[in-house]
C-alpha cells in the first residue's frame, strides 16, 4: 500500500478532542501534551493562536460552527470561568450530545456557585463530568494565572516572595502535571462512575508553608508582606 495511503488512513483512525477556554496558559499545556496522540479541535478568543498543527480551529464567537464538523468528537475538555462561556457551552453541546463526547468541564473551585444553574442542568447527562480546579502551577503556568506559580517562580528568579498580611489563610492547588494526570483519569478511565471531581491536593496549603518549603531550597529567600 502506497505510504501516503498509509498515512491518510492513519490519520483517520486518530480521535479528535475538543479544547474550549480563555485559560491561555493551561489551554497551551494541554495542547503540548494532546497534539501527539490526538486531532485538536479548538474553540479560543485569540485569533493570532500560533500553535501548530490543530485539526479544527475558531472563535468562541463561531463556536456554534463545531456542529458543522462531520466527523465525531471522542473528548472534550472545557474551561468555565467567565458569564460569557456559557453562551459557548451551549452552542456546542448539540454537537457533544450527538456525538456522545466524553466530557469534562473545568470550573474554578472558588466560582463554580456562578455556574450552578449549569451543573444543575447537565449533572444528569452521562457523557459530561465535572472538574473543580484549585490554583494550578508549574513551569508552563502563567504568573497571571496562579498565586502560587507567582510566588514560586519569584522565589526562584529574585529570591524574594511577596505575601499577604495575613499569611497563615489557606489555598488549595495543583501542579500542572497533576492536573493532567487527573484530567486523564477522568477522561480516559471507564472505572469510575462519578460524576464529580475535585482537582486539588488533599491538604490546602498556607503561604507560610508554602514559603517554608521555598527557603529550604533558596536559603536566602527574602520575604515581604503587603497589605491585603
Do not use: W
Amino acid at each position: 500500500m502506497p505510504k501516503e495511503l498509509l498515512t491518510e488512513t492513519a490519520n483517520k483512525n486518530v480521535p479528535i478532542l475538543l479544547l474550549c477556554g480563555n485559560n491561555t496558559s493551561v489551554i497551551n499545556f494541554l495542547l503540548q501534551e494532546y497534539e501527539k496522540d490526538f486531532k485538536i479541535a479548538h474553540i479560543t478568543n485569540s485569533s493570532s493562536d500560533k500553535t501548530k498543527d490543530i485539526y479544527y480551529r475558531i472563535l468562541s464567537e463561531s463556536s456554534y460552527l463545531i456542529d458543522k464538523l462531520e466527523d465525531t468528537i471522542e473528548y472534550a475538555v472545557i474551561f468555565l470561568e467567565e458569564e460569557k462561556d456559557k453562551l459557548v457551552l451551549q452552542s456546542i453541546l448539540p454537537k457533544l450530545e450527538r456525538d456522545q463526547t466524553r466530557t469534562l468541564i473545568l470550573i474554578p473551585l472558588e466560582k463554580r456557585d456562578n455556574f450552578y444553574d449549569i451543573i444543575l442542568e447537565l449533572k444528569k447527562k452521562e457523557f459530561i463530568k465535572f472538574g473543580f480546579l484549585a490554583d494550578i502551577f508549574g513551569q508552563e503556568i502563567s504568573l497571571s494565572s496562579s498565586n502560587i506559580s507567582k510566588i514560586i517562580q519569584n522565589a526562584i528568579l529574585k529570591s524574594a516572595v511577596s505575601l499577604p498580611e495575613d499569611s497563615s489563610s489557606t489555598e488549595f492547588c495543583i501542579s500542572d502535571n497533576d492536573l493532567l494526570t487527573g484530567i486523564n483519569h477522568i477522561l480516559f478511565s471507564h472505572s469510575s462512575k462519578k460524576q464529580f471531581f475535585y482537582l486539588l491536593y488533599e491538604h490546602p496549603q498556607t503561604y507560610t508553608s508554602i514559603v517554608h518549603l521555598l527557603s529550604r531550597v533558596e536559603p536566602g529567600l527574602a520575604v515581604d508582606f503587603t497589605p491585603s
